[in-house]
């Protein structure tokens, strides 16, 4: 079994769980995101979908992501004014984002786990969780870039 197939049944478990009653919509929401590695819009998953749900929403895809983020299974992610962006990795890690495309890139780095234990060492804070994104240009901007 493939890991996106793994990763899929166990999302779908989390659904049923929870008492959410499975549609093919939501299935193939979930199916999309998991598979997707670029950090896809609510526009980006219904414009990939459109063709196989005719009738679906942009709507639809909003609210079935809204839902998956309540249950915990997606992270949003917003940056500044533009359109959020739904990442189906919950594990902690962090992004590098490309300036010129957009483009968004998972990392991980377990030594900023410490951050959180400092920064209520040293604030007093109770601190729920924290982000960080590196921003930069990514490989295939690099290359258009030099091919000018």
Not at 75 to 81: A, F, K, N, Q, S
């Amino acid at each position: 079994m493939a890991v996106s197939d793994h990763r899929l049944n166990e999302a779908l478990d989390t659904l049923k769980g929870s008492g959410v009653r499975i549609t093919p919509q939501r299935h193939a929401v979930l199916e999309h995101l998991i598979n997707a590695m670029n950090h896809p819009t609510a526009d980006d998953i219904y414009k990939a979908l459109e063709d196989r749900f005719p009738n679906m929403s942009v709507a639809t895809v909003y609210n079935n992501l809204r839902l998956f983020k309540d249950i915990g299974l997606v992270r949003e992610l917003t940056y500044g004014d533009a359109s959020s962006r739904f990442d189906y990795n919950t594990s902690e890690h962090y992004h590098a984002i490309c300036n010129e495309c957009g483009k968004i890139v998972d990392f991980h780095y377990p030594i900023l786990d410490e951050v959180e234990s400092l920064a209520e060492q040293v604030t007093g804070f109770d601190v729920s969780h924290h982000r960080m994104e590196v921003y930069g240009i990514c490989e295939n901007c690099k290359q258009k870039q030099s091919a000018h």
